[in-house]
């Protein structure tokens, strides 16, 4: 059996600079595509709903629904924690507890109606 000879060593060269010219430049760089007229479109679409007679429409006002949930969802729960808090008045600790919840629970209704958890409502 025949020892294999050695690898032959490689040798890393920088290429001189004429070498990195692309040679298939593409043609498309020289043409650039027109920039979008931004005001132009917006007047073609209010020519638009013009003739087909949508820029007569009033938009339809709905009510905030979120709120008024909100309103009443921290309402109610104020309610409940100021009976938990008026029927254990006597023990500090429950007056004290009731009052903290009451603070926890609208910072965490606020929290999750408009701080974004309820994207669309």
């Not at 004429?18 to 040679?23: G, K, V």
């Not at 005001?39 to 008024?68: K, M, W, Y």
């Not at 109606?113 to 409502?121: D, L």
Request: hydrophobic letters at 40%.
């Amino acid at each position: 059996m025949e020892d294999p000879s050695p690898p032959t060593p490689v040798t890393y060269r920088l290429k001189p600079k004429e070498n990195f010219a692309r040679a298939n430049d593409p043609k498309s760089n020289d043409i650039k595509s027109p920039e979008p007229d931004v005001f132009g479109l917006r007047q073609l679409g209010r020519i638009i709903d013009h003739q087909s007679g949508q820029d007569a429409v009033t938009p339809v006002r709905r009510s905030n629904r979120r709120a008024l949930d909100s309103g009443i969802l921290i309402a109610l729960g104020h309610l409940i924690l100021s009976v938990i808090g008026f029927l254990g008045r006597e023990n500090l600790f429950i007056l004290a507890s009731s009052v903290a919840r009451m603070v926890l629970f609208t910072t965490g209704l606020t929290w999750i109606m408009w701080s974004g958890i309820i994207r669309r409502y």
